[in-house]
């Protein structure tokens, strides 16, 4: 009898142990998930395994919750940043119309040709004329067409972006029998701008890598996501700068305009995809549909 009390004794503590084991993994897994949701990292991916049935639905969930926060953060930033540009931009029109207006008919004017106020006129309608200018790049951002989604093989459009930038040392590896559902002219667009400003950086070497993204348990049959790595060797984008390229009209160009970036992001959040910035030491993009 003491013998099965001793070893009922011990099976109670060895299960009492795993118990309180298995009990500070999970709170463990909890402030983890915790920290990557405060630190606004929203990829960050706990496994599954070692956990009970129940356990591992909830660790899925809250894996693909990432991708869901991230995809309506995006989409938020994205529609504050176009109310905040469009009435900034209607009040630059307010402003410089009338100032463009009157100093070129103050120029034209005989009394004033040849004088000294003609170059300060001249200065004022050249400012009004570029801000004209900064207002019709936004109104190019804001009036994108709505995406029209269809089949579109991504080792096609890769090569059609691969002809315009034949300067380029390029390295592509897509397979040829990868689709994704998406804007074909719009995805074109995308990769021309990550490219176009890859050249301006002095980029000699461009890489596009994609992978097709292994559909996770609960999500939709049929559903198909690819990963775009889009890299290059150009001058990197400085620390600083790194966490307002994708605001509109910022910029680290002396001429550029500061939209291909957001409007790329744009583009890319329409269709329910992402694009982010890597860190490292070359300028890496991850272009996900």
């Known amino acids: 009898m003491k013998m099965m009390l001793y070893i009922t004794i011990g099976i109670g503590v060895v299960v ?3 118990v309180v084991r298995h009990q500070r993994r999970l709170r463990t897994r909890a402030r983890l998930m915790s ?3 405060r630190n606004r990292d929203f990829q960050f991916r706990l496994k599954t395994d070692g ?3 129940g356990e591992r639905a909830m660790q899925e969930t809250l894996n ?3 991708d869901i926060i991230r995809q309506q953060t995006r989409q938020s930033e994205v529609e504050s940043w176009e109310r905040l540009t469009r009435v900034l931009t209607h009040e630059i029109m307010n402003a410089t119309a009338p100032i463009a207006s009157i100093s070129q008919a103050m120029m034209a004017r005989k009394d004033v040709q040849g004088t ?5 006129i001249r200065a004022m309608h050249t400012a009004a004329r570029h801000l004209g200018d900064f207002v019709d790049s936004y109104r190019k951002f804001s009036s994108l067409q709505q995406p029209v989604p269809e089949e579109v093989r991504v080792a096609e459009v890769v090569e059609e ?4 930038f034949p300067e380029l040392e390029w390295c592509t590896e897509v397979d040829g029998e990868m689709t994704v559902r998406t804007d074909r002219g719009l995805l074109r667009q995308v990769l021309i701008n990550l490219t176009k400003n890859a050249a301006e950086a002095g980029a000699k070497r461009m890489s596009i890598r994609g992978t097709e993204v292994p559909r996770e348990k609960g999500e ?3 559903r198909r996501r690819v990963s775009l790595l889009v890299w290059n060797d150009g001058k990197p ?3 600083e700068a790194r966490g307002n390229i994708f605001v509109p009209f910022f910029t680290t160009k002396r001429c550029g305009s500061g939209i291909g970036l957001s409007l790329s992001r744009r583009i890319v959040t329409m269709q329910g995809g992402s694009l982010e910035l890597l860190e490292g030491p070359l300028t890496t993009f991850a272009l996900t549909l």
Request: charged share 20%; aromatic share 4%; glycine share 14%.
């Open 16 to 18: 009492a142990w795993l």
């Open 35 to 37: 920290e990557a949701i």
């Open 51 to 53: 956990l009970l049935p």
């Open 64 to 66: 693909q919750l990432g």
């Open 116 to 120: 000294e106020l003609e170059e300060g």
């Open 161 to 164: 972006v691969r002809g315009l």
């Open 220 to 222: 939709p049959e049929g």
């Open 237 to 239: 984008i400085p620390a």
